[in-house]
């Protein structure tokens, strides 16, 4: 098996465009709660921190999510981040998909299969995902990058 490369799946993962938004739009008030586990290096907080940004652009129309499962084609029911600091990354994934991708530690056999049975080519990021855990969010912030805050999608 290969190793992982991180750059490798960085450029693989799909980008959807992102508007930015009036410099006087009310940036929502409501903290963060719930309970994530950690992924990718990337904190349960800072997931969930993310999401909420992702979920205020979603509601103000600064980014449109996919409704197909960006493996198998299906209706959408999660959206997915490998890298918690790009947005634009994100991605539509089924229920099923997105279950087998969080198992694939664990299940490597469920994930090989269900990536078989999408035919996905060779260059698909989700051919590119480690298939153990790996620390991305630390090469990340090596180079600089951080977690996005909700002010960082208004016009300057």
């Known amino acids: 098996m290969e190793s992982f490369d991180p750059d490798r799946l960085l450029a693989l993962l799909p980008k959807r465009s992102l508007k930015l938004l009036p410099k006087g739009m009310q940036l929502p008030r409501k903290k963060s709660v ?5 992924y990718n290096g990337f904190t349960g907080k ?3 921190r993310t999401f909420e940004v992702e979920k205020w652009l979603i509601s103000v129309g ?6 197909e499962c960006h493996i198998c084609g299906r209706s959408a029911s ?3 981040a490998e890298d ?3 947005l634009t990354s994100w991605m539509a994934l089924c229920h099923s998909c997105h279950g087998r991708l969080h ?3 664990s299940n490597p056999r469920a994930w090989h299969e269900r ?3 999408a035919t996905l080519p060779q260059n698909h990021w989700a051919r590119a995902i480690s298939s153990t855990p790996f620390d991305l969010a630390k ?5 600089g990058k951080c977690e996005p805050l909700h002010g960082d999608f208004l016009i300057p």
């Open 34 to 38: 719930g309970i994530l586990s950690d």
């Open 78 to 80: 999660a959206r997915h």
């Open 46 to 48: 800072e997931r969930l």
């Open 62 to 67: 600064s980014i449109s999510p996919s409704v």
């Open 103 to 105: 198992k694939r530690f």
């Open 115 to 117: 990536l078989e049975e």
């Open 84 to 86: 918690y600091y790009d």
């Open 139 to 143: 090469v990340l912030r090596e180079r």
